[in-house]
C-alpha cells in the first residue's frame, strides 16, 4: 500500500499544472521565434488581402456598371414607347402600361441574373483565395441543384415560361387573350401567374407553366364580318349599291372612322337558295373593336335597306309566312258510327235473340 500511495504522489508531482517560471532567455528566444513566423508569412497575408480586396472591388464596380447600363436601358424602351404614343398610329398600337411592365419585368429578370453571376463568381474567387478546395463544394451545389429542381420543376417552369412570355411579348397588360385554361383580359404579367379579367368580372390566376397555347386577340387587327340575307329577287346590283352607301357613310363618321382600319367591303354571295341569297360584307378594325363594327353596320343596313324598300329575310320560310289557315283544321273527322247502317255500327249492335226461345 505504501509502495501504491508513492507512485501516485510521484505522478501527481510529475503532472503539475502549475506554470513554471521563464526566464528572460526563454521569453526572448519566443519573441525571437513569433518575428520570425510572421515576417516569412506577412508576405502570404498581404498578398491575400489584397487579392481578396481586389476582387471585391472590381466585382462590386461591374455589378454597379452593369446594373446601370441595364437600367439605362429599360429607360430608352420607356421613352421610344412614349414617344411612339404621341403619334396618330402610335396612340392605337402602343399600349404605355403594357409596355412599362414589360420593361421593368426583363430589366428586374437582367439584373438579378447579373448581379447572382458576379457575385457568385467573385464569392468562388475568394474561397480560392483562401486556398479551399472548391470540388467538393460545387459538387455539393450541384447535387441540391438537381434536388431542387426536381422538387420544384413546376415553380422552374412556370418561372421560365413567363420569362419567354415577357421577353417575346406574347402578351401584355388590356389584351384579350384566349390561354386555353381561361380567356379574358390581361390585368397583370409576372413571372409566375398571369391574371385575367373575365367576360363576368371574375379574376383567373393561371400559372404560365400550364399556358399550352395562347391565342391573342388584341394584336395586329380584327374581321368584322356581317352576313345579310335577301329575298331572291332583289337587283343585285341595287343591293350592292345600298351597301357601298353604307360603307361611304361609316368611313366618315366618328368613332367608326377611326376603329376601321379599311373600307367596308361587300365580298359577294355566299349562299343562294330559292327562298334567299345571302351577301357577306367584311372589315378590318382595331383589336378588340370588331363586334361593335357588326353591331353598327346590321343597324345602318337595316335602316339603308327599310329606305330602299329591300327586304332582308330569315327564320321560317317565305311560303309558310304567307299560306292561310285552314279553318277545318281544328275540326276531328266524322266516325264511321254515326250512321247506323254502316258496316261497323251493324257489327257493334246487340244480337237480337230468336222468339221461340222465350217460350
Known amino acids: 500500500m505504501s509502495a501504491f500511495w508513492s507512485s501516485w504522489s510521484s505522478a501527481l508531482l510529475e503532472t503539475d499544472p502549475s506554470p513554471s517560471p521563464v526566464t528572460l532567455d526563454e521569453a526572448a528566444k519566443r519573441a525571437e521565434s513569433a518575428a520570425g513566423w510572421v515576417e516569412e508569412n506577412w508576405s502570404t497575408w498581404l498578398n491575400t488581402g489584397l487579392r481578396i480586396a481586389l476582387i471585391l472591388v472590381v466585382a462590386l464596380v461591374l455589378r454597379m456598371l452593369v446594373r446601370r447600363a441595364l437600367t439605362k436601358l429599360i429607360a430608352r424602351m420607356n421613352r421610344s414607347a412614349q414617344t411612339a404614343q404621341g403619334t396618330g398610329l402610335g396612340g392605337l398600337l402602343v399600349n404605355a402600361e403594357r409596355r412599362r411592365q414589360r420593361s421593368e419585368a426583363i430589366g428586374s429578370v437582367l439584373r438579378s441574373t447579373a448581379s447572382f453571376l458576379i457575385l457568385g ?21 450541384g447535387v441540391a441543384g438537381v434536388a431542387i429542381g426536381f422538387g420544384a420543376r413546376n ?4 418561372f421560365l415560361s413567363g420569362v419567354f412570355m415577357i421577353m417575346e411579348d406574347q402578351y401584355g397588360v388590356g389584351d384579350s387573350i384566349d390561354a386555353g385554361v381561361a380567356s379574358g383580359e390581361v390585368i397583370e404579367v409576372g413571372l409566375r401567374v398571369t391574371k385575367l379579367r373575365g367576360d ?31 329575298r331572291p329577287t332583289e337587283d343585285l346590283d341595287h343591293v350592292k349599291s345600298v351597301i357601298a352607301d353604307v360603307a361611304d357613310g361609316l368611313a366618315k ?5 377611326e376603329q376601321m382600319w ?17 351577301f357577306r360584307v367584311s372589315a378590318k378594325t382595331m383589336p378588340g373593336k370588331a363586334l361593335g363594327v357588326e353591331r353598327e353596320v346590321r343597324w345602318r343596313i337595316k335602316r339603308a335597306f327599310d329606305a330602299a324598300g329591300i327586304r332582308i329575310v330569315g327564320g321560317l320560310p317565305q311560303q309558310a309566312e304567307e ?18 247502317r254502316s258496316p261497323q255500327s251493324i257489327a257493334a249492335s246487340p244480337i237480337t235473340p230468336p222468339a221461340n226461345l222465350s217460350k
Open 262 to 278: 379599311g373600307p367596308l367591303e361587300t365580298l359577294g354571295l355566299t349562299e343562294v337558295l330559292l327562298e334567299s341569297m345571302t
Open 155 to 158: 415553380l422552374v417552369t412556370d
Open 200 to 230: 363576368n368580372g371574375e379574376i383567373w390566376y393561371v400559372r404560365n407553366g400550364e399556358i399550352k397555347r395562347i391565342g391573342n386577340l388584341s394584336q395586329g387587327w380584327a374581321t368584322a364580318a356581317v352576313d345579310i340575307t335577301v
Open 121 to 141: 463568381t467573385a464569392a468562388l474567387m475568394i474561397l480560392g483565395a483562401f486556398q479551399i478546395d472548391l470540388a467538393p463544394l460545387l459538387a455539393s451545389a
Open 323 to 340: 299560306s292561310a289557315a285552314d279553318p277545318t283544321a281544328g275540326m276531328a273527322a266524322p266516325s264511321v258510327f254515326a250512321s247506323e
Open 253 to 257: 363618321d366618328e368613332p367608326w372612322n
